[in-house]
């Protein structure tokens, strides 16, 4: 008999923005599997029964092979990511993973939506990302910088709200400098910026700023940099895209 897999969104961090589907699938499975930040995240929802398998970045791919096979033997097992688990998540492994398995050994598979790094960062400072907006990641290690700066480009002339993932860390530190040259080519240096780390968490810090002043030294791997359009305006403490074209 074959079990269920469920993927886990767990959200930005706090346990109030974890959605109650999220926490009854948590406290549901018999085997919990995730990167070790991500079990921490969920730690107030296991319990003594379950097993709990943790795991190091860069083992994504192990850990969904892992969580299918456990599946497919017959256990419910959560596979837990911080955020939304569709986006930069473990959704796709996951599925993926699964396909490969004959039908008749597959097991089921659900996603859990979580709320993702971008909106919880856009409601901390207002409204940046309330009409068209895009998401894009400069982390090169899955994608070359090649096709993520074309990505970038496309963006950036289509006049789209923008919401920046992994951009900067320790062994990373000009991707975002060139994604402010970038765009800095099709709009202003008065465009606003938001520089939000670690949303949702109790170190959480905001910074507002403009992308002709973006210093990318007080960035790191757990900032979201929201861009705004060109009709982006900051009111206040709050940067607010209107959703009518002239409003």
Same mark, same amino acid.
């Given at each position: 008999?074959?079990?269920?897999?469920?993927?886990?969104?767990?959200?930005?961090? @706090?346990?109030?923005?974890?959605?109650?589907?999220? $926490? *009854?699938?948590? +406290?549901?499975?018999?085997?919990?599997?995730?990167?070790?930040?991500?079990?921490? $995240?969920?730690?107030?929802?296991?319990?003594?029964? *379950?097993?709990?398998?943790?795991?190091?970045?860069?083992?994504?791919?192990?850990? !969904?092979?892992?969580?299918?096979?456990?599946?497919?033997?017959?256990?419910?097992?959560?596979?837990? =990511? =911080?955020?939304?688990?569709?986006?930069?998540?473990? $959704?796709?492994?996951?599925?993926?993973? !699964? @396909?490969?398995?004959?039908? @008749?050994?597959?097991?089921?598979? +659900?996603?859990?939506?979580?709320?993702?790094?971008?909106? !919880?960062?856009?409601?901390?400072?207002?409204?940046?990302?309330?009409?068209?907006? $895009?998401?894009?990641?400069? =982390?090169?290690?899955?994608?070359?910088?090649?096709?993520?700066? +074309?990505?970038?480009?496309?963006?950036?002339?289509?006049?789209?709200?923008?919401?920046?993932?992994?951009?900067?860390?320790?062994?990373?530190?000009? *991707?975002?400098?060139?994604?402010?040259?970038?765009?800095?080519?099709?709009?202003?240096?008065?465009?606003?910026?938001?520089?939000?780390?670690? @949303? !949702?968490?109790?170190?959480?810090?905001?910074?507002?700023?403009?992308?002709?002043?973006?210093?990318? =030294?007080?960035?790191?791997?757990?900032?979201?940099?929201?861009?705004?359009?060109?009709?982006?305006?900051?009111?206040?403490?709050?940067?607010?895209?209107? +959703?009518?074209?002239?409003?």
């Amino acid at each position: 008999m074959t079990g269920l897999l469920t993927v886990v969104g767990l959200g930005p961090g @706090a346990a109030e923005h974890r959605t109650p589907a999220a $926490a *009854q699938a948590v +406290r549901e499975a018999e085997v919990v599997l995730g990167y070790s930040a991500y079990i921490d $995240a969920c730690a107030d929802l296991l319990g003594a029964g *379950q097993t709990v398998l943790r795991g190091r970045m860069t083992e994504e791919s192990r850990r !969904a092979e892992q969580a299918v096979a456990l599946a497919a033997a017959g256990h419910r097992v959560a596979l837990v =990511s =911080s955020g939304d688990a569709g986006v930069y998540g473990m $959704a796709t492994l996951a599925l993926s993973t !699964a @396909a490969e398995l004959p039908v @008749a050994r597959r097991p089921e598979v +659900r996603v859990l939506p979580g709320v993702t790094a971008a909106l !919880a960062s856009s409601a901390l400072v207002g409204a940046p990302l309330a009409h068209d907006f $895009a998401c894009l990641t400069l =982390s090169s290690l899955l994608t070359p910088w090649e096709e993520v700066e +074309r990505r970038l480009r496309a963006v950036a002339a289509a006049d789209l709200a923008l919401a920046l993932y992994n951009p900067r860390s320790a062994g990373r530190t000009w *991707q975002l400098d060139r994604a402010r040259e970038v765009l800095l080519e099709h709009r202003g240096p008065g465009t606003q910026v938001a520089l939000v780390t670690d @949303a !949702a968490r109790p170190e959480q810090h905001v910074r507002l700023t403009t992308l002709g002043e973006l210093d990318s =030294s007080v960035v790191g791997m757990t900032t979201t940099v929201l861009v705004g359009a060109s009709a982006t305006r900051r009111l206040g403490d709050w940067l607010v895209t209107p +959703r009518a074209a002239g409003a």
